[in-house]
């Protein structure tokens, strides 16, 4: 009886190591990604596109949403202590609870029934979490603290809006034509290249000595 609970002590604590190496390597590999990123044509140059999400919610599907959470948090530290931030750590705040709000749901839906059709359900219902929560943090938190940050108007980033849509005209429109596609097509790019490789990445972050 004590070799087997010895045993099965060992196990935990070899399946504990390989998912704490898991989580560092994924977070490791999501602060690099967020260096790689370039902007959109219907949206401000301050907003960039980058791929960090996707080894995010490849941890969240394989460890669960609490490893997503703490994936999307140590991304986050890791690239604010090697770049910094412009924005008092608002807008690195903000970054995190946008990117839960695509991690979350998306993993927790997800982790009950792992399937084709839920992959695309749980992924479908991250990106438009993710849109909703960028639209409210842009419009009440980001763009006032970037306008604070870099002393000018509100009306100037907008005016930035509005040189690349003439229908931007206030902040509204600004977070429905600008923030909302950025987001959904953000949504639509890492859902779809997670749903051709995470099966195949699957087995190697599960494998079992």
Same mark, same amino acid.
């Given at each position: 009886?004590? $070799?087997?609970?010895?045993?099965s002590?060992?196990?935990s604590?070899?399946?504990r190591?390989?998912?704490?190496?898991?989580?560092?390597?994924?977070?490791? /590999?999501?602060?690099?990604?967020?260096?790689?990123?370039? *902007?959109?044509?219907?949206?401000?140059?301050f907003?960039?596109?980058?791929?960090?999400?996707?080894?995010? /919610?490849?941890?969240?599907?394989?460890?669960?949403p609490?490893?997503?959470?703490? /994936?999307e948090?140590?991304?986050i530290?890791?690239h604010?202590?090697?770049?910094?931030?412009?924005?008092?750590?608002v807008?690195?705040v903000?970054?995190?609870?946008?990117?839960?709000?695509?991690?979350?749901?998306?993993?927790?839906?997800?982790?009950h029934?792992?399937?084709? /059709?839920?992959?695309?359900?749980?992924? +479908?219902?991250?990106?438009?979490?993710?849109?909703?929560?960028a639209?409210?943090?842009?419009a009440?938190?980001?763009?006032? +603290?970037?306008?604070?940050?870099?002393?000018?108007?509100?009306?100037?980033?907008?005016?930035?809006?509005?040189?690349? $849509?003439s229908?931007? $005209?206030?902040?509204?429109?600004?977070?429905?034509?600008?923030?909302? *596609?950025?987001?959904?097509?953000?949504?639509?790019?890492?859902?779809?290249?997670t749903?051709?490789?995470?099966?195949?990445?699957?087995?190697?972050?599960?494998?079992?000595?």
């Amino acid at each position: 009886m004590k $070799n087997e609970n010895s045993i099965s002590m060992q196990s935990s604590d070899i399946s504990r190591t390989r998912k704490m190496v898991q989580i560092a390597m994924l977070s490791a /590999i999501a602060a690099i990604l967020m260096y790689f990123e370039f *902007p959109l044509p219907f949206a401000p140059s301050f907003y960039q596109i980058d791929f960090s999400e996707l080894p995010i /919610i490849i941890g969240g599907f394989s460890m669960g949403p609490l490893a997503g959470v703490i /994936i999307e948090f140590l991304k986050i530290l890791i690239h604010f202590i090697i770049k910094g931030t412009s924005t008092a750590g608002v807008g690195d705040v903000a970054n995190f609870l946008v990117g839960c709000s695509f991690i979350v749901p998306a993993s927790l839906i997800y982790k009950h029934h792992k399937s084709k /059709i839920v992959a695309v359900l749980s992924l +479908t219902t991250g990106t438009l979490c993710m849109t909703i929560v960028a639209v409210f943090m842009n419009a009440f938190v980001l763009l006032p +603290t970037y306008a604070t940050a870099f002393h000018m108007p509100i009306k100037s980033l907008i005016a930035m809006g509005t040189s690349i $849509n003439s229908h931007i $005209n206030n902040l509204f429109t600004f977070v429905l034509l600008a923030v909302a *596609p950025f987001n959904l097509l953000k949504g639509f790019l890492i859902s779809l290249i997670t749903f051709l490789i995470y099966k195949k990445i699957s087995p190697i972050l599960h494998k079992k000595n």
